[in-house]
């Protein structure tokens, strides 16, 4: 059973540092991967999506690693933000499923 | 592009009563996922389907929870006599109807927010 696993649950960092979320997953046949971020009360919007043959995605600030041998994604945030205040969902695709199976989610606080 | 488009964005239920969820998939899109969000919990399927088809309800819960695609229409998400615990965030996702297996991710839309009083 494909377990996924968000470290840590909750981080607070000054604006303007760089900081890395963590997501590892139990079962390395997976499809792809899909990082989100939801904000409180709203629904989720993706940031970056990795096929399981690529190494990593990048979109503006974000870059988003895939090591699927060893079941571990990271997000790197560049030059936070206090917009970038949210909680990151990281979520997989296990081969043979069409569903998504998610991280318990990092709630991530950038302070002015 | 509309995106998805769930409705309503807030339900509030009295114990006994039912609740029904919509979900309009994208455009060109015809795969519908249903999820839900328990307070402070992760997203956890429910159930997979494909227009007048239930391909995957492992997550559903076996009582008082069931879902449809029609041929016309939105996707329902219906939840016979609400009980406290079913207060959540429902998310509804869809993805495209071909491609390959790996290509594509999920959009979501922004949930249905249901309170059981």
């Known amino acids: 059973k494909q377990e996924v696993t968000q470290i840590p649950a909750a981080l607070s960092v000054p604006e303007g540092e760089n900081l890395v979320l963590n997501c590892s997953f139990t079962d390395s046949a997976i499809y792809n991967l899909q990082w989100f971020r939801q904000d409180p009360g709203k629904g989720l919007t993706s940031l970056l999506l990795i096929q399981s043959s690529q190494r990593e995605q990048t979109s503006g600030r974000l870059n988003a690693s895939l090591d699927k041998s060893s079941g571990r994604s990271t997000l790197y945030i560049a030059a936070s933000q206090p917009g970038d205040s949210a909680t990151y969902l990281c979520a997989v695709r296990p081969v043979g499923a069409q569903k998504l199976v998610f991280g318990q989610g990092t709630r991530l606080t950038i302070n002015p | 592009n509309a995106g998805v488009m769930q409705n309503p964005r807030h339900l509030v239920r009295r114990r006994g009563q039912e609740a029904r969820l919509r979900c309009s998939p994208m455009?060109?899109?015809?795969?519908v996922y249903w999820y839900r969000q328990l307070p402070e919990e992760g997203l956890k399927f429910m159930v997979y389907l494909q227009k007048e088809n239930i391909i995957d309800e492992s997550g559903m819960p076996k009582e008082r929870f069931s879902a449809e695609f029609p041929k016309e229409g939105p996707s329902i998400l219906r939840i016979q006599q609400v009980v406290r615990g079913d207060s959540a965030a429902y998310f509804c996702?869809?993805?495209?109807?071909?491609?390959?297996?790996?290509?594509?991710?999920?959009?979501f839309g922004s949930g249905t927010r249901l309170t059981v009083v």
């Open positions: 455009k060109g899109h015809s795969h």
């Open positions: 996702a869809s993805s495209p109807l071909s491609g390959e297996a790996s290509n594509y991710g999920y959009t």
